[in-house]
């Protein structure tokens, strides 16, 4: 038996058809991301929302104003995160002393008593997670405010849902009251503004998840390919519909 011999040649893939990998025409063309059903979509008004008619899932809400309400609803909340994370959240009265700490304090002190992954996770549910979400959601907010939306918004649009995953600020706040009940009995427990910061803080990220429509933003994103979207925007209906109208009135 003869070893086989493979060449290193470079592969080159080309469309072979002018069609193939074009967006469809028609952008009211949707396929239900759980059962792969391909639909047409009427125009949805806002408060409205579009479900498939196999599986019964959402596909789509209309909201009014997404934008904007989006935008002022996430300047909120990085101002409270902003005091979640620089004042004091929780502080002990024993024994004539008082005692206070930070989310990140808390995260350190778990460090110093010898639970490493704890701190991290801690850490990085209730701090960075957060700290990331409202970042991203900024940058695709007033990225959104041109007329046409560069391309990295987009980039900034998809690890959205990660972060959104692992912001864990309400499990954090679940773990802080059940704490306070257990040592009410032995010290004085003092509540600072950074407390009443989270609690804001957790309802504002919900209240931006259920405003911001993402298909939104990527209707409006500039293309990497501009030539794809005037190949679409030329082969819509509507377009198909006018030339055909032209030529019926040039003809005799």
Excluded at 116 to 139: E, N
Excluded at 151 to 159: H, I, K, N, T, Y
């Amino acid at each position: 038996m003869w070893p086989a011999r493979f060449s290193k040649v470079p592969l080159q893939f080309k469309n072979q058809h002018p069609d193939c990998n074009q967006p469809l025409a028609d952008p009211s063309l949707i396929a239900c991301p759980h059962c792969d059903l391909l639909q047409r979509i009427s125009p949805v008004p806002p408060g409205a929302s579009v479900q498939c008619p196999r599986c019964a899932r959402e596909l789509g809400r209309s909201r009014a104003d997404s934008l904007n309400r989006s935008l002022a609803l996430t300047l909120a909340a990085l101002a409270l995160y902003l005091i979640a994370n620089g004042l004091p959240m929780l502080g002990l009265h024993a024994a004539g002393r008082e005692a206070f700490t930070t989310v990140a304090g808390g995260a350190h002190q778990l460090w110093l008593d010898g639970q490493p992954v704890v701190a991290l996770l801690v850490l990085f549910a209730a701090v960075i997670a957060p700290g990331l979400q409202i970042g991203f959601l900024l940058l695709v907010l007033l990225g959104c405010r041109r007329e046409r939306p560069p391309f990295w918004v987009g980039s900034c649009l998809r690890p959205l849902h990660f972060t959104r995953t692992w912001s864990m600020i309400e499990v954090m706040l679940l773990g802080v009251l059940v704490a306070l009940t257990k040592i009410a009995d032995y010290a004085t427990v003092l509540p600072g503004v950074a407390l009443f910061a989270l609690f804001g803080l957790v309802l504002l990220l919900a209240a931006v998840q259920s405003c911001l429509d993402p298909r939104e933003v990527w209707e409006r994103i500039e293309w990497a390919e501009e030539n794809v979207r005037l190949h679409s925007r030329l082969h819509s209906p509507a377009q198909r519909a006018q030339r055909a109208q032209r030529e019926r009135e040039v003809l005799p």
